[in-house]
């Protein structure tokens, strides 16, 4: 063997040393896991372990279990200290919330902390308003006492608000959930997110047009929900929850539903000339446990920056409202009540009472729950907000 062979394998030989090194260095401990990888590993052994203790998954509807910290999902041997996964030189701690959200459906939510310098999970309600929380011009204002906050001094006093209210255009409230896009409407004061979705519906839909007495036509009944009748309105909502009405060029993945939580619905109504944007009239009448409704007449209003917008169907209303741009003609929740035949739509970017037999686009509204996790976004149209999905969460 020539001394220029010899030399070649000593250099092979050399790399492969190195190599070998490198490989027990980085990989001592256990693999090694990306942050987002850890939260999939953290639902994956919280799954396994509810499926061996079946007791501990939440008997009822929209609730939690006690969290499961990792700590106790390493000392019964479903995964190894977390600690030993991360890539950084960083202690890691975290549990996992199970939800109960559909009968029979599980969602598993990981809260993993692992520093502020390295990683920490975060509630999609946390980062939204940390990211628009405002007293001026468009964005997130806080509401308290049926009042916005609208100087900082107030809101710094102020340790808890009723909910968070988008307001004005050009606000950065976007959500993309699956396929779908929805505009971020309010927060309630748990978290959890009331949104709008912005994608068209693959069929328009009176708002009622059954016989009404008053006029003994078939106009419709104003009636949003009475006595377990339900508003043709309200019976299209209830279909595209159930997947039975599409969205163009879009797929509804029935996964949507893991990430939504019930809400009490205001379907109470008002007349043209009500003045107030505090929910109180609409409120009168509330429906619990609606998983997808229409939106209600205040919150229209509240979007509102235009300081002439007073009553219902101010014109003035349309003004500075991001609302004003989601849709041509679209029914919303609130009848009159000056009436049995007619309920409010958006019409020419104000509300205005039409008879309820008229055929329009509606704008389902869904309230995702306080456990969504922050993926990525920034809430604009072209990079919107996107809720962290668990392949293996339900």
Request: aromatic letters at 10%; proline letters at 3%; a negative charge.
């Amino acid at each position: 063997m020539d001394k220029q062979m010899i030399k070649y394998l000593c250099i092979l030989g050399a790399l492969l040393v190195v190599m070998i090194l490198f490989f027990l260095i980085t990989n001592a401990g256990g693999v090694k896991l990306e942050y987002r990888e850890m939260e999939e590993l953290l639902v994956k052994s919280a799954r396994n372990y509810a499926k061996d203790n079946p007791k501990i998954l939440p008997s009822s509807l929209n609730s939690a279990a006690p969290s499961i910290s990792d700590r106790t999902l390493t000392e019964l041997g479903y995964m190894d200290d977390l600690s030993s996964y991360a890539k950084d030189e960083t202690h890691c701690s975290a549990t996992v919330e199970i939800y109960q959200t559909i009968s029979g459906v599980y969602n598993y939510v990981p809260n993993l902390d692992c520093g502020e310098k390295y990683f920490k999970s975060v509630k999609l309600s946390t980062k939204v308003i940390n990211d628009s929380l405002t007293t001026q011009g468009p964005g997130l204002y806080a509401r308290y006492d049926g009042k916005f906050i609208t100087n900082d001094n107030d809101l710094d006093r102020i340790s808890a608000v009723d909910e968070y209210v988008f307001r004005g255009d050009g606000v950065h409230n976007y959500i993309k959930v699956q396929d779908t896009l929805w505009r971020i409407v309010a927060i309630d004061e748990d978290g959890n997110l009331l949104a709008i979705l912005v994608d068209e519906l693959s069929a328009n839909t009176t708002w009622d047009n059954r016989y009404n007495l008053e006029t003994s036509k078939y106009y419709g009944i104003n009636d949003y929900e009475n006595n377990g009748n339900k508003s043709r309105a309200m019976q299209t909502a209830e279909k595209v929850f159930d997947e039975k009405v599409g969205i163009i060029e879009k797929s509804y993945s029935g996964r949507i539903k893991y990430m939504i939580t019930p809400m009490n619905l205001c379907v109470g109504k008002r007349a043209p000339s009500d003045t107030g944007n505090d929910g109180s009239i609409e409120c009168k009448k509330v429906l619990e446990g609606q998983y997808m409704g229409l939106l209600p007449a205040y919150y229209y209003m509240s979007a509102s920056l235009d300081e002439n917008c007073i009553k219902t169907t101010s014109k003035s209303c349309g003004n500075y409202n991001y609302l004003a741009s989601i849709g041509k003609t679209w029914w919303i929740a609130t009848g009159n009540s000056e009436n049995t035949y007619e309920a409010y739509g958006v019409s020419q970017k104000s509300l205005r009472a039409e008879v309820c037999s008229y055929t329009d686009e509606i704008k389902p509204i869904a309230k995702f729950g306080a456990r969504s996790v922050y993926s990525s976004g920034k809430g604009t149209k072209e990079e919107p907000y996107i809720i962290r999905y668990f392949k293996k969460n339900a």
